[in-house]
């Protein structure tokens, strides 16, 4: 592939192509710096292996353990903290020397006693919304974060990807199974046109589910159009990938909507062409008490639920430095430098 320079050349390259990169970073090479790809640090220090997850409680249980650690808890395990609030949109920030105030879309408000607030904001998901913050001083001056150009350059030079895994069941098995069975493709005219199969016999045994995964413009394309759609256009590329095979209609489908759901618009960041750590330096950034994380945030693992975590713990230890030592400088190499 590296000796087509107009990109692969058939059906068969195409879709081996969007398997090495696509599948991994949601949107293609074309677009894709290998500045933060070449050499991938979540394998190279976690190791090659890729695991699904088969938790029925998904990532949720992960928070509920995290924060549990810290704050108040109910009978089984979730935390009952008024501290901890999700499914909250956040409008306005407000801070000042005596502490910091948050307002959610449905008119709740939130004080802090510290001056400092940490938000996971700053990435390319705020394109769609409007908060704003605010810095109330002596004179009543009012700075708002996003009109600070910079911070909104930052914000748009990172792409915020589009990666769907779509679960299909069906009524029998008709695909092969085994080791070295797990994936298969589909070769399509069309750049990722449900490309990338999935079966999942060792983790749910008899469960006669298929997983397809798309990414990008049709993720985007899929989210908009109905289920019953997604599932004939489905039944018509299976059919066609197993000819002599009698392939049932499927009886159930869950298409996640990343891309149109309002806390999320989109699944994880990708580090485009032409950023470097620059740009990174200046997402991560906090303007005056206002701080930002997130796995958007995260130098060496953005995409991933531990550069989430492990971006939560680095941006947290700046703002406890800043609180608490004083040290509150954050220092933005320059782009060439």
């Given amino acids: 592939m590296d000796s087509l320079p107009n990109g692969p050349s058939s059906p068969v390259d195409m879709v081996v192509d969007y398997y090495l990169y696509d599948y991994e970073y ?37 928070v509920h353990y995290l924060a549990g650690q810290y704050l108040n808890t109910d009978d089984s395990g979730n935390v009952a ?45 705020e394109r769609s919304y409007t908060v704003q913050a605010t810095a109330a001083s002596s004179d009543r001056c009012v700075l708002h974060v996003f009109d600070q150009k910079w911070k909104i350059l930052a914000i748009y030079e990172f792409d915020m ?66 289920d019953n759609q997604t599932k004939a256009e489905i039944m018509e590329v299976l059919r066609n990938m197993f000819p002599d095979q009698d392939v049932p209609d499927a009886t159930d489908i869950l298409v996640p909507r990343w891309w149109s759901n309002r806390f999320y618009k989109g699944t994880f ?17 906090p303007v005056e008490r206002v701080y930002f994380t997130g796995e ?4 060496y693992y953005n995409g991933y639920v531990h550069g989430g975590y492990l971006a939560g713990i680095d941006s947290a ?13 954050y220092h933005v190499q320059g782009k060439y430098d």
Wanted: aromatic letters at 14%.
């Fill in 26 to 62: 949601a949107e293609p090479p074309r677009v894709t710096s290998l500045q933060n790809a070449v050499p991938q640090r979540t394998f190279s220090d976690f190791g090659d292996d890729v695991y699904f997850v088969a938790d029925q409680r998904g990532y949720e249980s992960v």
């Fill in 317 to 329: 230890e700046i703002l406890i430095d800043c609180a608490q030592n004083q040290m509150c400088k």
């Fill in 161 to 226: 990807a589009v990666y769907t895994k779509i679960f299909v069941k069906f009524p029998k098995r008709f695909w092969p199974e085994g080791k070295g069975r797990e994936f298969f493709l589909y070769a399509s005219t069309r750049r990722g046109y449900y490309g990338i199969w999935q079966e999942f016999e060792k983790q749910y045994p008899d469960s006669n589910v298929l997983l397809v995964t798309v990414t990008d413009k049709e993720s985007r394309r899929i989210e908009q159009q109905s």
């Fill in 269 to 285: 960041s990708n580090w485009p062409i032409g950023v470097n750590r620059y740009e990174y330096d200046q997402l991560r950034a």
């Fill in 296 to 299: 958007h945030t995260s130098e």
């Fill in 81 to 125: 903290d008024p501290r901890l609030q999700l499914n909250k949109v956040v409008r306005e920030i407000s801070y000042s020397s005596s502490g910091v105030t948050v307002k959610t879309e449905d008119g709740s408000v939130y004080q802090a006693d510290y001056r400092h607030g940490l938000c996971q904001l700053g990435s390319p998901a």
